[in-house]
């Protein structure tokens, strides 16, 4: 089984920036592709970034290109989601989740899960 633990999350004012780290580990499992999600308020749960850790090819949601970079730290099995330029609508619980693909950032084809950790940007 695999364990996804999440840090870096705070609170910070439009146009600053966090980053956030996922540390990967399991027993005889790894995920092909580490993702990393958020969830606002009233709002459905919205892939924000994956990266295939094979190639380290990387997708974003079309809102966050330009801004946020997802790498990669095999070495230390850890995930890094580095956002910049946040806006208010940034702010949800953002959650870091294996899978067996990056093929899309579909909710389903991920079935591990971390606990989230908050980001909240102010105006």
């Known amino acids: 089984q695999v364990r996804l633990v999440e840090s870096g999350g705070g609170s910070v004012q439009a146009g600053g920036s966090l980053r956030l780290s996922c540390a990967v580990s399991?027993?005889?499992?790894?995920?092909?592709?580490v993702a990393w999600f958020r969830q606002a308020p009233g709002k459905e749960r919205e892939g924000v970034a994956g990266?295939?850790?094979?190639?380290?090819?990387?997708l974003y949601r079309d809102s966050v290109k330009g801004r946020f970079t997802i790498s990669q730290d095999n070495a230390k099995n850890t995930v890094y989601l580095q956002m910049n330029s946040l806006t208010p609508e940034d702010t949800g619980m953002y959650y870091c989740?294996?899978?067996?693909?990056?093929?899309?950032?579909?909710?389903?084809?991920?079935?591990?899960w971390g606990q989230g950790t908050q980001v909240t940007v102010s105006s």
């Open positions: 989740a294996g899978g067996g693909g990056c093929y899309s950032l579909a909710k389903w084809r991920f079935s591990d």
């Open positions: 399991g027993y005889n499992y790894s995920p092909n592709c």
């Open positions: 990266i295939s850790r094979r190639s380290g090819s990387a």
